[in-house]
Nanobody
């Protein structure tokens, strides 16, 4: 069983930056593929970014490509999401997730964090 705890959310003005962290415990972190998802008010949860177990392969949703960067530190059991040039449309609860597959599909992830709120003001 893997426990995931996100942190780093908050309120930021449009054009600003935030870095989210997701700390894992209770499993072999380096064996898991990791993903970030988000859910805006009134909308379904959507894929944001994912990273392979080694960090050598990443993939992003078109809406965040070139603005967000996913990375991981297996020595610290942590995955990060660096978010630059934030837009009001990025306002959402952000979740990290761990799974065995390299995937953009929520159903392929086994473990989820509780989420962290990101609010971008215009």
């Amino acid at each position: 069983q893997v426990q995931l705890v996100e942190s780093g959310g908050g309120l930021v003005q449009a054009g600003g930056s935030l870095r989210l962290s997701c700390a894992a415990s209770g499993g072999t972190f380096s064996s898991y593929r990791m993903g970030w998802f988000r859910q805006a008010p009134g909308k379904e949860r959507e894929f944001v970014a994912r990273i392979s177990w080694s960090g050598g392969s990443t993939y992003y949703a078109d809406s965040v490509k070139s603005r967000f960067t996913i990375s991981r530190d297996n020595a610290k059991n942590t995955v990060y999401l660096q978010m630059n040039s934030l837009e009001p449309e990025d306002t959402a609860v952000y979740y990290c997730a761990a799974g065995r597959k390299v995937s953009t599909r929520q159903n392929d992830y086994l473990y989820w964090g509780q989420g962290t709120q990101v609010t971008v003001s215009s």
